[in-house]
């Protein structure tokens, strides 16, 4: 039996910035499948990909940015070779995403109503009637006020407020995948805590798939069900939550989990990080690109890339020292 068309799958997909240095290699190779109705976790240190990842997903690269090889399906068709057209009219529609910064959701210049209103433009209803339901959206992210809400401006709103406003015109248009690229990351602790709270909330109400980029571990625990580890540009480990944090095999993302502050034993005024620092992307190792740092290393880390091992149905590691 073949086995479904995942409703979102990245494969071996490698994309270059052009900079004064030479190209950097920000993607290598980097993969990811995710079913309808999953919550997927993308984690890993700042550098590591992930944006990259993310404005690959919804085909909003940088204008230095190269594809050099791969696709991005959205049900098995692949979005990132369609005519302009083709692309914009997946953007929002089909393929939504939160920023870290809210203000990037919306026009500084045009009240909030008026962008929420247009965001639905692909559906049937009156104006009048998404207006309704702007207010409604308004009022599920836990907007207090959405009346008021829908005659202000974006900057007229709190920092909490404005991410909740940049969720709720994502959701407006009604994706089949949401992605949500460091949601929690400008936000304070308390804010942080209530937008978690939100996407959990949101889980259930959304058919589609949410991708939650983060480098925050926590945040990965609290709302996702598999999780893809990258690392200098490559996906190091695919897992579920539960084996992320129980039975992590690649050395880098054990490393992730021994810093993260919910492991540690007690509390320590400096947070630990993963002693050393990424390879330069201009020039990656030859071997695994972890080696400076891996305290498993061998001599062949040093010369050979590492394989993608699979361990289990859902885990798999790119390291010459795991094997199933
Ligand atoms: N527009 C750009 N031009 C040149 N290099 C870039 C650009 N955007 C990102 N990079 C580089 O690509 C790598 C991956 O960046 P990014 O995808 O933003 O990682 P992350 O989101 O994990 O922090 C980094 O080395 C970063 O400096
Ligand atoms: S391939 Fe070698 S250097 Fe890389 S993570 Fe595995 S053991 Fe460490
Ligand atoms: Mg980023």
Redesign the pocket.
């Known amino acids: 039996m073949t086995a479904p068309v995942p409703l979102l799958s990245v494969e071996n997909l490698t994309i270059t910035?052009?900079?004064d240095a030479g190209p950097?290699q920000?993607l290598r190779a980097a993969h990811l499948t995710a079913r309808a109705g999953e919550v997927i976790g993308i984690v890993?240190?700042?550098?590591?990909?992930?944006?990259?990842?993310a404005s690959a997903l919804i085909n909003l690269l940088?204008a230095?940015?190269r594809v050099t090889s791969g696709a991005v399906r959205l049900r098995g068709q692949d979005i990132l070779t369609l005519p302009e057209d083709a692309k914009r009219a997946i953007r929002g529609r089909h393929i939504a995403m939160v920023f870290q910064d809210p203000m990037t959701s919306f026009n500084p210049v045009l009240p909030l109503g008026a962008q929420l209103t247009d965001f639905q433009h692909h559906l049937p209803q009156t104006r009048a009637e998404k207006r309704t339901r702007a207010r409604a959206m308004l009022a599920r992210v836990g907007i207090p006020d959405p009346d008021l809400v829908l005659t202000r401006f974006i900057h007229e709103l709190s920092g909490g407020m404005r991410q909740r406003a940049a969720i709720a015109a994502a959701l407006l248009m009604t994706p089949d995948v949401l992605v949500a690229?460091e949601p929690t990351t400008a936000l304070d602790v308390t804010m942080e805590a209530q937008i978690i709270h939100l996407l959990r909330a949101l889980r259930a109400d959304h058919q589609g798939t949410i991708l939650i980029?983060t480098?925050h571990l926590g945040v990965i625990g609290e709302l996702c069900d598999r999780v893809y580890v990258?690392y200098a540009?490559q996906v190091v480990e695919e897992a579920t939550v539960d084996d992320l944090y129980h039975a992590p095999r690649h050395p880098y993302t054990r490393a992730l989990i021994a810093c993260d502050p919910a492991h540690l034993e007690t509390h320590t005024p400096v947070l630990p990080t993963i002693p050393g620092h990424?390879p330069d992307?201009t020039a990656p190792p030859p071997g695994c690109s972890f080696a400076n740092r891996c305290p498993l290393v061998t001599s062949r880390c040093h010369t050979a890339p590492p394989p993608w091992v699979r361990l289990s149905d859902t885990q798999a590691a790119l390291c010459h020292e795991v094997a199933p």
């Open positions: 910035y052009a900079s950097v920000a890993g240190e700042s550098g590591c990909g992930k944006s990259t990842l940088a230095n940015a690229d980029v480098h990258m540009g990424l992307l």
